[in-house]
T-cell receptor, first 116, second 116 residues
């Protein structure tokens, strides 16, 4: 399996501001993803982070609101821009394509975001 | 589009007993993967078990086993000898094996309570 870390683990932010969440993996992975889990809900895929190119966003999510970077095979960032209280959620980084485990997807510990 | 249904929002089981969590899915594909993830209060998503659709044999991981019925599109999770540490939200997830459509689709989850 992979060790996935996310920073920050939690934050409380004011509306209108932006927060960047970092995801670091201890091994190179093929694919990295960002999910959102709203309170009491299941996980929803925001986008697939592509190394060296623009992320692939799911319906309902746009780059201006959730810019994503992936400079290499072990690191990605998600920015939540111009935040509103509706953005209060847990944001999870997820990876797939570990050597020896190409089909298994693992998740980071999540970042709990509260927007006031 | 694929959908995953978990019809049991909550389940409870006496410690040391056995419990089965239900999951059904809808797909027109023949090659895919199915997963059960556990999310304890720490919010960390933990992979419990996985099943490849091409395998007829049901997957087993220690006290966890699945009943995979491909024709019925059913994928239930059985937890034997339930322990207090099994208390968590359990999510069933589907992933296509088709290139370009490989995102995880989650069910709405089942909250499992273990009664001492």
């Amino acid at each position: 399996s992979a060790v996935i870390s996310q920073k920050p683990s939690r934050d409380i932010c004011q509306r209108g501001t932006s927060l960047t969440i970092q995801c670091q993996v201890d091994s190179q992975v093929t694919m990295m993803f960002w999910y959102r889990q709203q309170p009491g809900q299941s996980l929803t895929l925001i986008a697939t982070a592509n190394q060296g190119s623009e992320a692939t966003y799911e319906s309902g999510f746009v780059i201006d609101k959730f810019p994503i970077s992936r400079p290499n095979l072990t690191f990605s960032t998600l920015t939540v821009s111009n935040m509103s209280p509706e953005d209060s959620s847990i944001y999870l980084c997820s990876v797939r394509g570990l050597a020896g485990e190409p089909d298994t997807q693992y998740f980071g510990p999540g970042t709990r975001l509260t927007v006031l | 589009a694929q959908t995953v249904t978990q019809s049991q929002p909550e389940m409870s089981v006496q410690e040391a007993e056995t419990v089965t969590l239900s999951c059904t899915y809808d797909t027109s594909e023949s090659d895919y993967y199915l997963f059960w993830y556990k999310q304890p209060p720490s919010r960390q998503m933990i992979l419990v078990i996985r099943q490849e659709a091409y395998k007829q044999q049901n997957a087993t991981e220690n006290r966890f086993s699945v009943n995979f019925q491909k024709a019925a599109k059913s994928f239930s999770l059985k937890i034997s000898d339930s322990q207090l540490g099994d208390a968590a939200m359990y999510f069933c997830a589907y992933r296509s094996d088709n290139f370009g459509n490989e995102k995880l689709t989650f069910g709405t989850g089942t909250r499992l309570t273990i009664i001492p």
